[in-house]
């Protein structure tokens, strides 16, 4: 659409998917609130995405200890909204 050489849009593309997930930011409360829930009941997560950066954000926002399961589309082959997730 740009014009961009192909190997250029190649290295955006790789670029993207290993540091898109760098720049996520929770919202403030959101450990908080996680924290909260899971005292009475158990917490999971599920997520659309590659394995690798679903996990890297979990880790890089500090939630990856927070919840019991964490279902990742990119490792199932279903994503949501489909049952099967």
Known sequence: EYGLPEELVEKLVRD???TFGDYTVPFPQSRQ????LSRTMKVG???NGSSAMQRR???LC???DLFEHI???????HAKPEPEI
Do not use: C, I, R
């Open 71 to 77: 279902v990742v589309s990119g490792e199932l082959g």
């Open 33 to 36: 609130v996680v924290q909260t």
């Open 45 to 47: 997560v599920v997520t």
């Open 16 to 18: 993207w998917a290993e």
């Open 62 to 64: 500090g939630f990856a």
């Open 57 to 59: 954000k979990l880790e």
